[in-house]
């Protein structure tokens, strides 16, 4: 985890003193995450939270077109039986950004990485996925200012589980708040 952060750190200052009009900034907002495929049930979805960094790379001189990573914490899952599965991620997705003047496009590939879950389960041992492979899809509005504001879906093409044939996939739509230093 902690190489992780590093390696993300250092990307980002090697881009920023490549590039002066690169944006860094931070995003927060909620997750209304469940399940979806053949094998997912009737469980209802559930409210999460996301945050994390992001930086907003220009392509074009007039930044029109430009790549977004991000490094985000995301609480995913659904609601069970008896209580809610929670599931927590550390996201990364790579998005291609259309801005059009205050309104942006964004999609791309996501990388999940799940570092944990709300699970105790006496004796049973749930084998999550440690890595999913995703993509991700939004719009949204972004000011001179550099704040933001934009709905996001995001899904997973691996599956939840390590064994097993059952066909349950991560399903989330978010709202999110960006602020980001620099130009946008």
């Known amino acids: 985890m ?3 952060l590093f390696l993300f ?3 980002l200052t090697t881009t920023l003193s490549a590039q002066a009009q690169v944006g860094v900034g931070l995003r927060v907002g909620a997750n209304y995450s469940g399940f979806r495929g053949d094998d997912s049930g009737d469980a209802d979805r559930i409210f999460g939270a996301h945050a994390g960094l992001t930086a907003n790379i220009p392509v074009s ?3 029109f077109f430009s790549i977004q990573p ?3 914490f995301s609480m995913k899952g659904a609601e069970g039986v008896g209580e809610d599965l929670r599931l927590y991620y550390i996201d990364i997705p790579v998005l291609a950004r259309v801005n059009t003047g205050l309104l942006y496009f964004e999609a791309g590939p996501q990388l999940g ?3 944990g879950d709300n699970q105790d389960l ?3 041992d749930v084998d999550y996925k440690t890595l999913g492979l995703g993509y991700a899809a939004g719009i949204g509005v972004g000011t001179p200012l550099g704040i933001s504001v934009g709905v996001r879906y995001n899904s997973d093409f ?7 044939n059952a066909k349950i996939y991560n ?3 978010m709202l999110t708040l960006g602020y980001t230093f620099g130009s946008r």
């Open 171 to 173: 399903d989330v739509f």
């Open 122 to 124: 006496d004796g049973l």
């Open 9 to 11: 750190a250092l990307v």
């Open 61 to 63: 001189a007039d930044n």
């Open 70 to 72: 991000e490094l985000l």
């Open 158 to 164: 691996s599956k939840l589980f390590d064994e097993g």
């Open 113 to 115: 990485i799940n570092v």
């Open 2 to 4: 902690k190489k992780l």
